[in-house]
C-alpha cells in the first residue's frame, strides 16, 4: 500500500473516482490497510460471497460478520452500533466468539482508535450475550412445533426503525 500511496497516478486516480461519483451521491473517503482498521489476520480467508450470478466477470465478496463487527468498533458511534446490532441479528455471534476475536486484530496505529477500540469490547461482548439471552427466552417461550415455516424469523426480525418510517413516508407523494 505504501507503494500504491507513493506514487502520484494513485492520487490522480482517487481524485478522479470521487469526481465521477459526485453527481452519484457516492464517495470514496479513503484506503485502509489492515494495519489502520480492527480486523482479524486471516480475514481474506474468511470472505463471505455475495451473490453475483448476474454478472460474467464479477464476483463480490465481504469480510466475515466477526471482522465486519470489529472494523465497526474503532468509532464511538451511533449509527455502527446499529450496524453491529443488524450484523448480530443477521448471524449469531457468540460473547466467546468475540473474545477470541479482540486480541487476534493486533494494535490500531492510531492510538485514539485503539483506545475507543479497547473501550468498545465489553459493550459488543455484552450485547453479544444479552442477544443470545433474548433468543434463548424466545425458543423457551415458543412451541416446540410450528406449522409456519417462517416461525423463526417472525419472532427474530425488528421491525423497522421510526427513522426508517418516517424517511418512507417522506418518499410518498
Given amino acids: 500500500m505504501s507503494k500504491i500511496e507513493a506514487g502520484s497516478q ?3 486516480a482517487i481524485e478522479l473516482t470521487k469526481k465521477d461519483l459526485e453527481s452519484s451521491g457516492l464517495y470514496l473517503s ?9 480486523i482479524t489476520p486471516d480475514w481474506l480467508d474468511k470472505l463471505v460471497s455475495i451473490p453475483s450470478e448476474g454478472y460474467r466477470f ?13 472494523t465497526k468498533m474503532m468509532r464511538n458511534d451511533r449509527k455502527d452500533m446499529d450496524d453491529i446490532r443488524f450484523i448480530m441479528a443477521q448471524e449469531r455471534i457468540s460473547e466467546s466468539e468475540l473474545q477470541a476475536a479482540f486480541p487476534r486484530s493486533g494494535k490500531l496505529e492510531v492510538p485514539e482508535q485503539q483506545k475507543i477500540f479497547v473501550a ?3 459493550i459488543v461482548a455484552r450485547l453479544a450475550r444479552e442477544m443470545e439471552q433474548h433468543r434463548q427466552r424466545i425458543i423457551d417461550s415458543s412451541p416446540q412445533h410450528s406449522l409456519d415455516p417462517n416461525w423463526w424469523v417472525k419472532l427474530t426480525m425488528q421491525g423497522p426503525s421510526k427513522r426508517d418510517i418516517e424517511k418512507d413516508r417522506s418518499l410518498e407523494p
Avoid: E, N, V, Y
Wanted: a positive charge; glycine letters at 0%.
Fill in 120 to 122: 468498545m469490547q465489553p
Fill in 58 to 70: 464479477l464476483r463480490l465478496f465481504r469480510p466475515s460478520a466477526i471482522d465486519l463487527i470489529l
Fill in 10 to 12: 494513485f492520487w490522480k
Fill in 30 to 38: 479513503h484506503l485502509f490497510t489492515d494495519r489502520q482498521i480492527a
